[in-house]
């Protein structure tokens, strides 16, 4: 298994935000996606701090993609 890249919570949103999912709500520090197809995942955003390797893992099996496809998604 490859190792998953460190990401703030900013890259990952626009990574999500391209695979189709919206920001449905935010409490507090915690974000709600949705996906059309009824997927919904849940980001930290907290400024400054990078997001945790297992979070991360959790988040991707969340949005059902391997990591590998993950890894090879476009971020600019």
């Given at each position: 298994m490859p190792k998953l890249?460190?990401?703030r919570?900013?890259?990952l949103i626009q990574v999500l935000i391209k695979l189709g999912f919206y920001k449905h709500h935010q409490v507090g520090s915690?974000?709600?996606f949705k996906h059309?197809?009824?997927r919904r995942v849940t980001v930290p955003i907290h400024s400054g701090k990078d997001i945790g390797r297992k979070t991360l893992k959790g988040i991707i099996d969340d949005i059902n993609i391997?990591?590998?496809e993950f890894i090879k998604f476009p971020r600019d």
């Open positions: 890249p460190v990401l919570s900013k890259e915690h974000a709600q059309s197809d009824g391997t990591i590998e």
